[in-house]
């Protein structure tokens, strides 16, 4: 409202609340970031302190090397069901040749036709084979891109507290090493206030992170041992040429097998 007298215009407090609220929160976000930008040039510097949990950094680290390796096996294996899929064209291509030339070389008609059901059969037991990979691939992809990203989120935000904490702390352990008079005094109490509000943080995001650690290490550990199961008997019966136990590991791991060139599925998908 305004004031008759000298004209100034005077904020209710309903309304003046939000925008010092805000210019608060900005206040309070800017010394947060200064005070950590600072606490991490320190620590690079090798001039500050930090607050290690040895055996979680070790364990991070451990995830960070295997979500790695893990991605690696990834690329790996879609590259050889990429190769798998070119080799199957060419089975399929070369049963039809000799097919054609079963049925037009009389003299050789046996030969050509059991070449002819040979490429055939390496071709289907492709399909059942790239089916498996595929699985793995798609399984170990949401546990690398969706569980352990999860975990990693948790993560950065877990050491995100620990610069915070390492920040405040800092900041005190200066404050108590200097004088203690009317001036200061308030500064040091505040100062412990912070201090105790980022450890609590801390100490919380530390905890969440463990709990989450052995989670993720428990659904690893099942998911794996799951897909190299099928993996290996995969792989196993397709070169051992045992189409029965190709087709009853797709069945073992529910996998729907889809027919080339159409959208119905084989039998395996029915059982």
């Not at 080799?87 to 070449?115: C, V, W």
């Not at 797709?250 to 084989?266: A, D, R, T, V, W």
């Amino acid at each position: 409202m305004a004031d008759p007298k000298s004209g100034a215009v005077v904020l209710s407090d309903d309304l003046k609340n939000p925008a010092m609220e805000k210019l608060d929160l900005v206040r309070k976000w800017s010394i947060n970031t200064y005070k950590c930008t600072r606490q991490i040039l320190s620590e690079k510097l090798g001039r500050g302190s930090r607050t290690v949990d040895l055996e979680l950094e070790a364990q991070i680290d451990l995830l960070r090397d295997n979500k790695r390796k893990y991605q690696s096996v990834i690329k790996l294996a879609q590259t050889l069901a990429a190769q798998l899929s070119l080799i199957m064209q060419t089975q399929r291509q070369l049963g039809d040749a000799f097919a054609d030339l079963s049925l037009k070389s009389p003299e050789l008609h046996e030969e050509f036709g059991y070449n002819a059901e040979t490429q055939k059969l390496l071709s289907k037991n492709g399909e059942t084979l790239l089916a498996a990979i595929n699985f793995f691939i798609s399984s170990v992809n949401t546990l690398v891109d969706k569980t352990i990203e999860d975990t990693m989120i948790n993560i950065k935000q877990y050491e995100v507290a620990r610069v915070e904490y390492d920040a405040y702390r800092t900041d005190l352990e200066e404050l108590n090493l200097g004088p203690r008079d009317g001036n200061t005094m308030p500064k040091i109490e505040q100062s412990q206030q912070q201090f105790q509000i980022h450890r609590e943080k801390y100490e919380r995001m530390r905890h969440d992170v463990s709990v989450k650690l052995k989670f993720l290490e428990e659904n690893k550990v099942k998911v794996l041992h799951n897909q190299l199961i099928l993996f290996h008997n995969a792989i196993a019966a397709y070169y051992a040429g045992n189409q029965e136990q190709l087709e009853q590991t797709l069945k073992q791991f529910h996998i729907k097998l889809k027919m080339p060139g159409g959208e119905s599925p084989s039998w395996l998908e029915e059982h």
